[in-house]
Nanobody, 122 residues
Framework: EVQLVESGGGLVQAGGSLRLSCAAS????????IGWFRQAPGKEREGVSC????????YHAESVKGRFTISSDNAKNTVYLQMNSLKPEDTAVYYC?????WGLGYRLYDYWGQGTQVTVSS
């Protein structure tokens, strides 16, 4: 059974940091790209960052570039999203997802976690 479990969300003040984790199981981790997405109330799902588990290639959306860093520990089948200099507009439910094609389009991803709430207060 494929499972993606996010953790690390919470409430933080603007300017603060959080590190999200995505623990994956039930599939061959090295064959998949892992993406982080977020969705705020009333807004569309937005691709944030993605990483290729096979070669470590990463990509970040312009809205988070320079503030967020995605990384992978293949020995633990876990992907991290380090979020620094957080802003109130980063408030959303953050999801990780796995797919065979690398990119930030949510339709590329086949498996999704349940999400973790990130709230940034001003």
């Amino acid at each position: 059974e494929v499972q993606l479990v996010e953790s690390g969300g919470g409430l933080v003040q603007a300017g603060g940091s959080l590190r999200l984790s995505c623990a994956a199981s039930g599939f061959t981790f090295d064959d998949y790209a892992i993406g982080w997405f977020r969705q705020a109330p009333g807004k569309e799902r937005e691709g944030v960052s993605c990483i290729s588990s096979s070669d470590g290639h990463t990509y970040h959306a312009e809205s988070v570039k320079g503030r967020f860093t995605i990384s992978s520990d293949n020995a633990k089948n876990t992907v991290y999203l380090q979020m620094n200099s957080l802003k109130p507009e980063d408030t959303a439910v953050y999801y990780c997802a796995a797919g065979l094609t690398w990119g930030l389009g949510y339709r590329l991803y086949d498996y999704w976690g349940q999400g973790t709430q990130v709230t940034v207060s001003s």
